[in-house]
């Protein structure tokens, strides 16, 4: 009986030490920075949301040229870690407009044509963001024709229409060539914990990180290394951000978040893709990329504080931020925890939120293990 009191007590103990992890303010949080537009290139408006929300969690911060924001916590050690997370969304380019006053456009990123027809976007140009729609002709037209064979969409044939009727109309909205366009799907809620949104590939990762430095910050944890909470920009073009943030901290490790595919769904090849599902924990990647040894200390924290966690591979590269930071430099160790999502690069991502609890767990307490001392050395 005694012993079993002593375990309550201990148990008690340790459920006051980790602060309650999505609160309702960091709720209002993912919903306002997950319904911003962040476009590649033009990610400053998320950033902002982004950067102010961080701010009273982190000892300073700083921007680089080109957007990637930063949050320092003990800037002055000499041990640098890095958790990241890029922030840019994909979108698309007004490339064309004709003399009817239709929009074509050119993509900014891997969008995908596929599930734009009738889709609602925001085209954000000199006057502020103006409504549209991408046209598609109605079903009936379509197969009116016994002869024709029926149109796929392709970024060719689809266009967008704003309500205007010549070139002129268009350019008095303020559209010009350039602008950039971003589907107005917002946040919203599901049944049984799931979340869908636009762009959570990969703005969840912007909020698990933020939750990592607020939970570092209310738990009054010392970290013995100083700590770069990392936004990155332009990772959808080829991880551009990381590249040159990468080279400007020279992290001496680095923790990087990013979506995957949950699999369980119709169309997706699990022997290609592998086994991974939403609610069932973060996964975690083997690869060339990844550090062994980093990867296993992971393991083992996930093991200790019995977070679940999945596992999948990666071939050449990880096709994430981790690449960049992995060959920086003279090398720099990291590792790639990911979040499942469904329906990837359609506004319609969906993610669960267990998930993202244990992800950001994880990231808190392998931070909380790591020291200048761990030995990461392969021989």
Excluded at 28 to 37: A, E, Q, R, S, V
Excluded at 252 to 267: C, K, L, S, W, Y
Aim: with cysteine; hydrophobic share 40%.
């Amino acid at each position: 009986m005694a012993k079993e009191k002593k375990e309550q007590k201990k148990a008690k103990k340790a459920d006051k030490k980790l602060a309650p992890i999505v609160t309702e303010h960091a709720m209002d949080f993912l919903k306002n920075y997950i319904n911003t537009p962040s476009p590649v290139g033009f990610e400053s408006g998320g950033q902002k949301v982004w950067l102010d929300y961080i701010k009273p969690y982190v000892d300073n911060h700083f921007v680089d040229p080109y957007g990637t924001a930063v949050g320092v916590i003990n800037p002055d050690a000499p041990f640098k870690v890095v958790i990241e997370a890029h922030a840019d969304e994909i979108s698309w380019f007004v490339n064309y407009i004709n003399e009817q006053g239709l929009i074509y456009l050119k993509r900014n990123g891997g969008v995908d044509h596929q599930v734009a027809p009738a889709k609602r976007v925001l085209i954000h140009g000199r006057k502020g963001a103006v409504k549209a729609v991408f046209g598609w002709p109605a079903i009936h037209t379509r197969l009116g024709n016994p002869d024709a064979k029926e149109p796929q969409p392709r970024v060719d044939n689809l266009f967008l229409d704003c309500g205007a009727r010549s070139k002129k109309e268009v350019e008095a909205l303020g559209i010009h060539i350039g602008a950039v366009v971003t589907y107005q799907d917002g946040f919203d809620e599901l049944a049984n914990d799931y979340l869908i949104g636009r762009a959570f590939d990969n703005r969840i990762g912007g909020f698990m990180i933020a939750q990592v430095a607020r939970l570092l910050h209310e738990n009054k944890a010392q970290l013995p290394f100083g700590l770069y909470v990392v936004n990155a920009v332009q990772e959808e073009i080829g991880l551009r951000g990381a590249e040159m943030i990468a080279r400007r901290i020279k992290p001496n490790i680095a923790i990087i978040t990013d979506v995957t595919h949950d699999t369980q769904t119709p169309m997706i090849n699990k022997i290609i893709e592998g086994e991974i599902a939403c609610g069932k924990g973060p996964s975690l990647a083997y690869g060339p990329a990844v550090h062994n040894k980093l990867l296993n200390l992971v393991l083992d924290v996930a093991e200790q504080k019995n977070i679940a966690v999945q596992n999948r591979t990666v071939s050449r590269s990880t096709g994430t931020d981790t690449d960049s930071f992995a060959y920086a430099n003279d090398g720099c160790p990291s590792v790639l925890i990911s979040i499942p999502l469904r329906y990837m690069h359609t506004p319609a991502e969906m993610l669960h939120k267990s998930d993202i609890e244990g992800t950001i767990r994880l990231m808190y307490e392998t931070l909380l293990v790591l020291t200048p001392e761990t030995n990461l050395s392969y021989l």
